[in-house]
């Protein structure tokens, strides 16, 4: 029977493109009710597109297998974002008041105005995290109300390579997928594996995916920075293969004997590992290849830790993401951050019900697509009599069963949640209408500056005429003599 309530969201990662469906349960859990998933080594490089044509044959694929799994149209899709070139930047907006005044929440809006208006060269500004205000002296979360002579904002904006934001978009597009939103898949990530303590208290989540590593700091509840580093745990296959082996032999190599970490006692100087039937390789310089790889990663993953934060951290380190699963990667952190309190988290905080076994699997590559699902709340089902039958002579339609509806909204970013990002098509409206409104107020004050002059002009012409109507000097000493020589009675 063809489900008519779910959610559908679709993730590029760095090497597969996940699909998956579910329906949220009034008690909170979801179930999930279909996964695709997609090669992505041909179209997508270190989680952004490159190939545009295969990234979009990549989504359709995905797009039929979900309808067939569910039996039912799909109206629209919750898309994650992310990749190397997402990362941070702290920007500093100030403001001085008189002496007495008090700041009102239309001097913060201005505020955010200025900084949402930054430029940042070849740059799309996703999102944008306030951090604290400084109001003289005193850090504030919220400082409306307060009195000072001196103000600071402190905005965390999230970053994207434009190019990168407007392959995705096209991607889409082309593929004739609705996008209901699009999502910060490292957002959706945090909000799925991490305790609200853990964000409180202050922690690193590291996303070890398979070409890029993830970084997010949080404290206070607040993100305080982002970063994608572009090396993941396929690096770590990599540099097995040049024992002269190929990609999938040294990836399973990997999984049968590579270590994060080895106690220098624990390593046997004639222990050999079988790399095929006529080869092997000495353990140690098979250790001393995967974990020179993985120091890499944890010194880069511990640059993008701001000093001021180091000490902050009493929720330690979060990993997750399927390089997680590298034996002793725990251990790995512990040794080279000096942070104790390291925790892996294979699965997401939510109850899931589920019978696909890569949901099931518990291994940290599904979470970023459960998270992404969680976030949804617009029915994706899509009923029969919207679904378009495809004409057969007409070559423009790319996807007929979801171009029903071009509606473009036209949301303020000001309004959105977040960790949502408007798409191409929403910013591009909300842009026009933004030109529409500044054109139109423009409008209006040319007109009231013509009614000052006209008013102005009127008023000049009245004096005159009241100039003129007034008796002038040979008038008034006519009149001055005829009193004067006028009898009294």
């Given at each position: 029977?063809?489900?008519?309530?779910?959610?559908?969201?679709?993730?590029l990662?760095s090497?597969?493109?996940?699909?998956?469906?579910g329906?949220?349960?009034?008690?909170?859990?979801?179930?999930?009710?279909?996964?695709?998933?997609?090669?992505?080594?041909?179209?997508?490089?270190?989680?952004?597109?490159?190939?545009?044509?295969?990234t979009?044959?990549?989504?359709?694929?995905?797009?039929?297998?979900?309808?067939?799994?569910?039996?039912?149209?799909?109206?629209?899709?919750?898309?994650?974002?992310?990749g190397?070139?997402?990362?941070?930047?702290?920007?500093?907006?100030?403001?001085?008041?008189?002496?007495?005044?008090?700041?009102?929440?239309?001097?913060?809006?201005?505020?955010?105005?200025?900084?949402?208006?930054?430029?940042?060269?070849?740059?799309?500004i996703?999102?944008?995290?306030?951090?604290?205000?400084?109001?003289?002296?005193?850090?504030?979360?919220?400082?409306?109300?307060?009195?000072?002579?001196?103000?600071?904002?402190?905005?965390?904006?999230?970053?994207?390579?434009?190019?990168?934001?407007?392959?995705l978009?096209?991607?889409?597009e082309?593929?004739?997928?609705?996008?209901?939103?699009?999502?910060?898949?490292?957002?959706?990530?945090?909000?799925?594996?991490?305790?609200?303590?853990?964000?409180?208290?202050?922690?690193?989540?590291?996303?070890?995916?398979?070409?890029?590593?993830?970084?997010?700091?949080?404290?206070?509840?607040?993100?305080?920075?982002?970063?994608?580093?572009?090396?993941?745990?396929?690096?770590?296959?990599?540099d097995?293969?040049?024992?002269?082996?190929?990609?999938?032999?040294?990836?399973?190599?990997?999984?049968?004997?590579?270590?994060?970490?080895t106690?220098?006692?624990?390593?046997?100087?004639?222990?050999?590992?079988?790399?095929?039937?006529?080869?092997?390789?000495?353990?140690?310089?098979?250790?001393?290849l995967?974990?020179?790889?993985v120091?890499?990663i944890?010194?880069n993953?511990?640059?993008?830790?701001?000093?001021?934060?180091?000490?902050?951290?009493?929720?330690?380190?979060?990993?997750?993401?399927?390089?997680?699963?590298?034996?002793?990667i725990d251990?790995?952190?512990?040794?080279?951050?000096?942070?104790?309190?390291?925790?892996?988290?294979?699965?997401?905080?939510?109850?899931?019900?589920?019978?696909?076994?890569?949901?099931?699997?518990?291994?940290?590559?599904?979470?970023?697509?459960?998270?992404?699902?969680a976030?949804?709340?617009?029915n994706?089902?899509?009923?029969?009599?919207?679904?378009?039958?495809?004409?057969?002579?007409?070559?423009?339609?790319?996807?007929?069963?979801?171009?029903?509806?071009?509606?473009?909204?036209?949301?303020?970013?000001?309004?959105?949640?977040?960790?949502?990002?408007?798409?191409?098509?929403?910013?591009?409206?909300?842009?026009?209408?933004?030109r529409?409104?500044?054109?139109?107020?423009?409008?209006?004050?040319?007109?009231?500056?013509?009614?000052?002059?006209q008013?102005?002009?009127?008023?000049?012409?009245?004096?005159?005429?009241?100039?003129?109507?007034?008796?002038?000097?040979?008038?008034k000493?006519?009149?001055?003599?005829?009193?004067?020589?006028?009898?009294?009675?």
């Open positions: 029977m063809a489900a008519k309530n779910f959610i559908v969201a679709i993730e990662g090497t597969k493109i996940t699909g998956i469906a329906q949220k349960k009034p008690d909170g859990s979801i179930s999930v009710l279909a996964v695709v998933r997609e090669d992505a080594t041909q179209c997508i490089r270190k989680g952004v597109v490159y190939n545009i044509d295969k979009v044959q990549c989504i359709t694929n995905i797009m039929q297998h979900l309808r067939s799994q569910l039996h039912t149209g799909i109206r629209h899709v919750y898309v994650g974002v992310g190397q070139s997402i990362h941070s930047e702290r920007n500093v907006i100030v403001r001085d008041l008189t002496d007495g005044q008090h700041v009102t929440l239309q001097l913060v809006s201005e505020m955010m105005d200025n900084n949402s208006g930054m430029e940042y060269p070849e740059m799309e996703l999102d944008v995290i306030p951090q604290e205000y400084r109001a003289d002296s005193l850090l504030q979360i919220d400082p409306v109300g307060v009195q000072c002579s001196h103000l600071e904002g402190s905005f965390l904006n999230i970053l994207q390579s434009r190019r990168h934001y407007n392959k978009n096209d991607c889409f082309k593929a004739g997928v609705k996008i209901a939103e699009l999502y910060l898949a490292p957002f959706a990530l945090a909000d799925a594996v991490l305790t609200n303590v853990e964000k409180r208290s202050g922690c690193v989540l590291v996303d070890l995916g398979a070409d890029t590593t993830t970084v997010m700091i949080y404290h206070k509840e607040i993100l305080r920075h982002i970063a994608v580093i572009p090396l993941g745990a396929g690096n770590i296959t990599k097995i293969c040049s024992l002269q082996v190929d990609e999938a032999d040294a990836e399973k190599l990997k999984l049968r004997y590579a270590s994060a970490y106690e220098v006692e624990d390593i046997d100087a004639t222990e050999k590992y079988d790399l095929d039937q006529d080869r092997k390789v000495d353990s140690s310089r098979f250790i001393e995967v974990e020179a790889r120091y890499e944890i010194q993953v511990w640059n993008q830790v701001p000093r001021d934060f180091v000490e902050k951290l009493m929720g330690g380190i979060v990993l997750t993401g399927g390089g997680a699963n590298l034996k002793n251990v790995a952190f512990r040794t080279h951050t000096r942070i104790e309190k390291v925790r892996i988290a294979n699965f997401v905080t939510y109850t899931i019900a589920s019978t696909n076994s890569d949901v099931n699997a518990h291994d940290g590559t599904m979470n970023t697509a459960i998270g992404l699902l976030k949804g709340d617009q994706c089902y899509l009923p029969e009599e919207r679904q378009t039958r495809p004409d057969m002579f007409d070559h423009t339609q790319n996807n007929p069963a979801n171009s029903y509806d071009n509606t473009i909204s036209t949301r303020d970013p000001k309004d959105l949640p977040q960790g949502v990002v408007l798409t191409a098509a929403e910013k591009a409206a909300a842009e026009n209408k933004a529409e409104e500044a054109q139109r107020k423009a409008e209006e004050e040319r007109l009231r500056q013509e009614r000052e002059q008013e102005r002009e009127e008023e000049e012409r009245r004096k005159k005429e009241e100039e003129k109507k007034k008796p002038g000097l040979g008038a000493l006519i009149k001055f003599f005829n009193n004067m020589t006028t009898p009294d009675e």
